[in-house]
């Protein structure tokens, strides 16, 4: 599965843990959220990165004490059609302002990149090869947006108070 | 009516580019049906029984004549010619071949409408009172805040994939033309006792298979938090509503399992995070936004001009003036409701060339504008009294004068088991031999205001828990069996109907219906009293033996 990382096909350094897989020694891990929670600390003493599987039936909050520790936190969608991740994305950077790396893992399919990026995603393990290719060319397919979000593109509304105001200047 | 600007029309081209290439993938076999599937109600199409079906939105029921000669342009040239008008201020199509749905898109465009989700688990085009603007004793405009809501919810980037779908409605005046109580949000506009404009919120209101009435969440939010409080409730639904049922999925079921109560206080917490956010609205917004609404320059006008006077001659036209005209917040004009309810004919239906006519009457007489209503009717908003003569002429040529609005052939139906795969029995032909049981304008005049609502499955979309008389069709046995409820209302009074007795088979249901409207008519204690009103005092009891007795 081709993971998509600033905008470009890239490698993934991170190992996906079980529940029960042996720690290995160094390298970076992504851990499931119950067996993070447990062995924090020891987790975050070993060398290497350390990132957070969050499932997303489970309160955000929960992770916030630990954000500032971790690398990354993957968020899921068991099906495109499961929305809860997008409100977990939005939490996680506006509220907590979690800088980290924000990976979307699942039933990740081209036609929501637009929505994931907006709700502050910026990694993405897509589920087929030519969506990955076709990440830039769509990521650029809407220039207008009507909702404010972290992502910091400027809204509809927004671009509507410039124009007055521009127009408004000499008249 | 609103006016896009250069902002919005890129969106919507964006859009249709984007479906555009959605649909050559899935041509091409790229996209898997299942993938495609919900791409595609986000456009608002549908699988149906026979072929393809295709919803457009009409933001609030405000159509410009341009606009409706484009819907009239895609039945003729991608449709059989028609096009059917539904209960959430939509127009579908029953007959279009996928291939030719870019095209259809990108033709509406042109004219400012869209398709973007009017269907799928996401929030659905926002409704609004088809009399905004011009009622007589309305607080404001509703459509403005109706305006920000929709580009607000338009491609939510974290509320586009809810549990299932999200219904929203406004009012501002006191009779609730909308249906604000049956809608996931019902929004009633007020003011406070500082005169500055908020909201009454509803939270939980739906039909379906379990039917509730709307829920007070909050008596007062102000209009520069409305967007933010919306947020809220959808952020916690989208967290917490239920997604192992589809049956169970609506917030009126999470609103029912957490109580009232607890439920908004969830809302609250959120809210108090994100109330003082970039979500904050302030007067110059609003004032943007009702910068691109085109309002008429009425002229002052005579209240009763002679060509009026005149008129009154004929009975005909009085019987069409009496019925379909309303009083205006301008006394030299006119609402005029226009019937799509002929007798024996499909309710909701209109033809490409019914359709190109309207336009043509809206620009002649009506400031070239269309209003669309959730009975399925259309209305011309701003007509001069001295040419409702003139214009119901027209209307009567074009097959769309029939004098019923709000009588008990006005039926409101779904598409049932005649289009939809949904469907367990046929709605359709039950509301046509309604209608010629009750032609007789006479025998419908003296019933008085009786809505009939006709669902061909328990989902509910002829909204029958809520009709004075509720008709609904389910299977029993492979055999088509009607079950019929009295007392239902969706207005600011709504309640759900009760069920009076065990289902009717197809051929029985009119005769039923006709020894009820008897009884009513025996029943009432004057003829000011309407149907809902005597089942009000009476109960279910007398109509029940009345339908019972002999069968």
Known sequence: MPLVNGGKIADDSFVKLAVDTPLPEGGDILVPAERFLGEADALLKRTGKVGVIWPNNRDIAELVPYLGKIAAVALVFPSFRDGRAYSQARLLRERYNYRGELRATGQVLRDQFVFMLRAGFDSFEVKKQADAEAFMQTAKRYSVFYQPTGDGRITALHRRMQLRHSEGVGT | MYAYDEIDRTLVNERVSEFRDQVQRRLSGELTEDEFKMLRLQNGVYLQLHAYMFRVAIPYGTLASNQLRALAHVARKYDRGYGHFTTRQNVQFNWIKLSDLPDALADLAEVGIHAMQTSGNNMRNVTSDQWAGVAPGEIEDPRIWSELIRQHTTLHPEFSFLPRKFKIAITASD?????????????????????????????????????????????????????????????????????????????????????????????????????????????????????????????????????????????????????????????????????????????????????????????????????????????????????????????????????????????????????????????????????????????????????????????????????????????????????????????????????????????????????????????????????????????????????????
């Open chain 2, 175 to 551: 009779h609730d033309r909308a249906a604000i109580k049956v809608h996931d949000i019902g929004l009633r506009l007020i003011r406070n006792e500082k005169g500055e404009t908020g909201f009454e919120v509803l939270v939980g209101g739906g039909l379906g298979r379990t039917p509730f009435i709307g829920k007070t969440i909050k008596h007062f939010v102000h209009g520069r938090d409305l967007l933010s409080y919306i947020e809220a409730i959808l952020r916690v639904y989208n967290q917490y509503g239920r997604r192992d049922n589809i049956y169970k999925a609506r917030i009126k079921i999470l609103v029912h399992e957490l109580g009232i109560e607890k439920f908004s206080r969830e809302v609250e917490e959120e809210w108090e995070q994100i109330r003082y956010s970039s979500l904050q609205i302030d007067d110059e917004v609003i004032e943007d936004i009702r910068s691109r609404f085109i309002y008429p320059s009425y002229e002052k006008l005579p209240h009763m001009p002679d060509e009026l006077r005149q008129a009154a001659a004929d009975p005909e036209f009085e019987a069409w003036r009496k019925n379909s005209v309303a009083a205006h917040k301008n006394p030299g004009y006119s609402i005029v409701t226009i019937s799509l309810k002929p007798i024996g004919a499909p309710p909701g239906d209109a033809t490409a060339e019914q359709m190109d006519a309207l336009a043509d009457l809206a620009d002649k007489y009506s400031f070239g504008e269309i209003r669309v209503g959730h009975e399925q009717n259309l209305a011309l908003p701003h007509v001069a009294k001295r040419d409702l003569p003139a214009l119901w002429k027209a209307l009567d040529k074009l097959g769309l004068a029939t004098p019923n609005v709000n009588l008990i052939t006005d039926i409101i139906a779904c598409p049932g088991l005649d289009y939809c795969s949904l469907a367990n029995a046929r709605s359709i032909p039950i509301a046509q031999e309604l209608t010629r049981r009750f032609a007789n304008h006479e025998l419908a005049n003296l019933i008085g205001r009786l809505h009939i609502n006709i669902s061909g499955c328990i989902n509910a979309c002829g909204h029958h828990h809520v009709g004075h008389i509720g008709i609904l069709g389910v299977e029993k046995n492979g055999e088509e069996v009607y079950q019929i409820t009295i007392g239902g209302r969706a207005d600011e009074n709504a309640a759900l109907g009760n069920l009076i007795g065990p289902g009717v088979k197809f051929d029985e249901v009119a005769d039923v219906i006709e020894d009820i409207v008897e009884a009513y008519l025996a029943l009432r204690e004057r003829p000011e009293e309407l149907f809902v009103d005597t089942v009000k005092r009476l109960g279910v009891e007398p109509f029940k033996e009345r339908v019972y007795a002999t069968r």
